[in-house]
């Protein structure tokens, strides 16, 4: 008899930002990869005095695969901004893998998932 694992640690309902961090964990789940939302929080900046100016907290963490992933469906000005954090956060902190899902992305995913 085979092990049941949960695919995630967190029995309780997710409350996701947007719907589209929601279809994501869906698909992911689908597919039987393990995921946490939003389980960490990398600072990028901090003023003089030490406080905080500039953080990034990726949509989700897939342990299994040491991966973050940045689900991006918004306007423009969201996503450049989004780009310039993950590129920070590479800069910083090469050993992170991090990967952002555009749009096309996603419904690329989903229509291959669909088929």
Do not use: C
Request: charged share 30%.
């Amino acid at each position: 008899m085979s092990e049941v694992r949960a695919l995630r640690p967190e029995p309780d309902p997710v409350g996701f930002a947007h719907e589209s961090e929601r279809r994501v964990a869906e698909l992911l789940d689908s597919y039987g990869i393990a995921w946490q939302y939003e389980p960490r929080t990398f600072v990028l900046e901090r003023h003089g005095d030490g406080s905080l100016r500039s953080a990034f907290t990726p949509d989700f963490y897939l342990p299994d695969h040491d991966l973050y992933l940045e689900v991006t469906t918004l306007r423009q000005s969201l996503v450049t901004r989004k780009n310039r954090k993950v590129r920070q956060l590479r800069e910083q902190q090469p050993d992170i893998a991090i990967r952002i899902l555009y749009r096309r992305d996603i419904d690329r995913l989903f229509a291959t998932h669909a088929a």
